[in-house]
Nanobody, 127 residues
Framework: QVQLVESGGGLVQPGGSLRLSCAAS????????MGWFRQAPGKDREFVAA??????????YYADSVRGRFTISRDNAKTTVYLQMNSLKPEDTAVYYC??????????????????WGQGTQVSVSS
């Protein structure tokens, strides 16, 4: 069982930055692929980024809409995954969720591939 708690959301102006954190419980954190998803008002939840499992965790994957602006990382010792978001745009406004999964097929972009979800944190990009 893994429990996930996101933090770091807020209101930011276009072009600004935010860093989201997702603290995980459980001693097997390093065995899970970690992902970030988001859901904008009136839209389906969509994949944002994922990072592979293991202590190296050297594989990352991004949605086209955020590639080059967002960076996912993890600290297995702190059982935390991060999403650094730069050059934010109004269309990035959404509730952001972190998720943990077994990761059978990389990259893990489907919601069905994740077993545990956080409660979400709101990110609003507006002037």
């Amino acid at each position: 069982q893994v429990q996930l708690v996101e933090s770091g959301g807020g209101l930011v102006q276009p072009g600004g930055s935010l860093r989201l954190s997702c603290a995980a419980s459980g001693r097997t954190f390093s065995r899970y692929v970690m992902g970030w998803f988001r859901q904008a008002p009136g839209k389906d939840r969509e994949f944002v980024a994922a990072i592979s499992w293991g202590w190296r965790a050297d594989r990352t994957y991004y949605a086209d809409s955020v590639r080059g602006r967002f960076t996912i990382s993890r600290d297995n010792a702190k059982t935390t995954v991060y999403l650094q978001m730069n050059s934010l745009k109004p269309e990035d406004t959404a509730v952001y969720y972190c998720a943990a999964g077994q990761g059978t097929t990389w990259p893990n972009t489907g919601e069905y591939e994740y077993d545990y979800w956080g409660q979400g944190t709101q990110v609003s990009v507006s002037s």
